[in-house]
């Protein structure tokens, strides 16, 4: 049977750190707030001339060099990104365009927080469905620059980065074992980012409106995150007959600390065998789970043959996960 599987991982995160005490300096806040209702305690911050194209190839760079692969092999580039260089053309166009990666088909995919998952379930069906051989899966985020630096209610929980990994065919019983996509549009408003777009294009007034920053009404989301994610992870291993003892690694969505352990007590895994790098990079949005996965990789957290679950919640809302035999 043919599957496809993850052949190598890369991540990039900027060097500028901005600490929970940076932060008390900026808002009225406190380190003590921020590290128990989040578990956040610095976060990185790109620089003025860093766009999400240029965090996505240094991620690229990495994962190809671990796949062994060079740019004209990819035949697909998808970058799953909220902050885009710009609207059009696609991020993923320029990661190609500057990658030299000439024989690839290039596109941005959306679904916030769940876009790198989202992305996994497309690379897996292209490989699967239509011959894709090797494909670049990128999630890079520059969400400081959509942060209202005065609303203490949100800025103290994004961050930027960058993660990728190549997925290729392979007809072994190992690689991605399922993946599962959701989404309810009709709570859209819970995390949003009204302004830039068709319905408010930029204006004086949506300047002044601060539209062109994330909105998040954090308590609600916080609750429907919770609910939703106990009852995805179940599904996805129950798809698999799989049980959460089985599980080597759970490497969760990187948004509040207090979620990731929820979802891990539901599981009833200790948390050893849950990645987290949550007080490092804060959210990162679509980055958060390449990143952690590329570092679980590297220190060696990951042997063949674990059954790994990564799962994912965030505007739309969209929730996403998938079960990987490594
Ligand atoms: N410092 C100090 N106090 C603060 C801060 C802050 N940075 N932010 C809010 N507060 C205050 C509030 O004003 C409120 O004060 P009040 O009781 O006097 O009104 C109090 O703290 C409690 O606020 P809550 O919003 O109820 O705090 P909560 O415990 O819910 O934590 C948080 C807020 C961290 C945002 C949490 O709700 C959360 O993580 N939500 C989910 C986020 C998420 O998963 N998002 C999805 C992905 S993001 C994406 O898709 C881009």
Redesign the pocket.
């Known amino acids: 049977m043919l599957r496809s599987r993850i052949t190598g991982t890369g991540s990039y995160v900027p060097e500028k750190v901005l600490s929970n005490s940076d932060?008390e300096k900026m808002?009225?806040?406190?380190d003590e707030?921020?590290t128990e209702?989040?578990g956040i305690k610095e976060r990185r911050i790109a620089k003025n001339l860093q766009a999400a194209s240029d965090l996505g190839i240094e991620a690229s760079k990495r994962a190809m060099h671990s796949a062994g692969i060079k740019p004209k092999d990819i035949d697909l580039i998808i970058a799953a990104t909220?902050t885009p260089d710009m609207p059009l053309p696609s991020t993923a166009s320029l990661i190609q365009g500057r990658l030299g990666a000439k024989n690839a088909a290039a596109f941005d995919l959306n679904a916030?927080?769940?876009g790198f998952l989202y992305g996994m379930a497309v690379a897996d069906s292209f490989i699967k469905t239509k011959g894709f051989k090797k494909i670049l899966l990128i999630g890079s985020e520059v969400?400081s620059r959509v942060t209202d630096w005065e609303d203490?209610?949100?800025?103290?929980?994004?961050g930027d980065g960058a993660g990728a990994v190549i997925i290729e065919p392979t007809g072994q019983n190992r690689g991605i074992l399922s993946t599962h996509i959701h989404s309810d549009g009709n709570l859209w408003d819970?995390?949003c980012l009204p302004g830039g777009g068709s319905r408010h294009p930029a204006s004086k007034e949506s300047l002044k409106d601060k539209l062109h920053y994330?909105k998040?009404k954090?308590?609600?989301?916080?609750k429907v995150?919770v609910r939703t994610l106990e009852s995805l992870v179940i599904d996805t291993l129950k798809a698999n007959k799989i049980k959460p003892s089985q599980l080597a690694l759970l490497i969760p969505?990187q948004?509040?600390m207090?979620?990731i352990q929820a979802t891990a007590k539901r599981l009833n895994l200790p948390m050893d065998k849950v990645v987290v790098n949550i007080d490092k990079y804060g959210?990162t949005?679509s980055a958060s789970i390449p990143i952690a996965l590329d570092e679980a990789v590297r220190t060696d957290k990951i042997r063949n043959g674990d059954y790994i679950l990564l799962e994912a919640?965030?505007?739309?809302l969209?929730w996403a996960s998938a079960l990987i035999r490594w």
């Open positions: 932060l808002v009225d806040t406190s707030w921020i209702r989040t909220v916030t927080c769940s969400l203490r209610t949100t800025c103290v929980l994004f819970l995390i994330i998040m954090g308590n609600e989301t916080f995150a969505h948004a509040n207090r979620i959210n949005s919640f965030g505007g739309g969209t």
